[in-house]
């Protein structure tokens, strides 16, 4: 997989791309919010196979959220983003996604964000924070990426503008 380009989708299949994706480091999404101004948001994340699965909720009482998060309206608007998942050690690990969300708002919580729960703070953790979010009103919408564009760089064989 070294022989290919940045930006080739089949990236997604090596083995740094894999770990980073499976890995509990957030993704950071980066999109264009209803004001015009770049915003970046730390975000879990399931990958699918085929989609980087985020979620937020839109309404849910037992945690109190009462409005839809603020994104959904800039993503619905502008739907093209970046996201990147990269690690702290040195040299860095980096995977690099780009392409267009698509939204879908599901009644309870959406699947992978309890996947991402149980991944992110242990079974114990993730089973309490889904209890938590159980509730006949709550509503989350679910965005999905299905990368057009990926990038991965190690600073050993992989660097940016290769």
């Known amino acids: 997989m070294k022989d290919l380009s ?3 989708v089949r990236l997604l299949e090596t083995e740094i791309a894999q770990r980073l994706l499976r890995s509990t480091i957030p993704a950071r999404l980066a999109y264009v919010a209803a004001d015009g101004t770049p ?8 990958w699918t ?3 980087l699965v985020m979620a937020t909720y839109v309404h849910c009482p037992p945690m109190g ?8 309206h800039a993503l619905r608007a502008r739907p093209d983003v ?3 998942i990269d690690s702290e050690a040195q040299p860095p690990e ?3 996604l780009r392409g267009r969300v ?19 703070l242990g079974e114990e953790g993730g089973a309490g924070y889904v209890a938590q979010a159980d509730h006949p009103e ?25």
Request: proline share 6%.
């Open 6 to 8: 940045q930006g080739d």
């Open 39 to 46: 915003r970046v948001m730390s975000t879990w994340h399931v």
């Open 49 to 51: 196979g085929e989609e």
């Open 65 to 72: 959220i009462t409005r839809p998060a603020r994104r959904l």
């Open 82 to 84: 970046a996201v990147t």
């Open 94 to 96: 980096v995977l690099l």
């Open 102 to 120: 698509s939204i879908t708002e599901v009644d309870g919580m959406v699947p992978e964000q309890a996947q991402a729960a149980r991944r992110f």
């Open 138 to 162: 709550t509503r989350m919408a679910r965005i999905a990426l299905r990368p057009s564009w990926v990038g991965v760089l190690d600073f050993q064989t992989r660097f940016p503008g290769s």
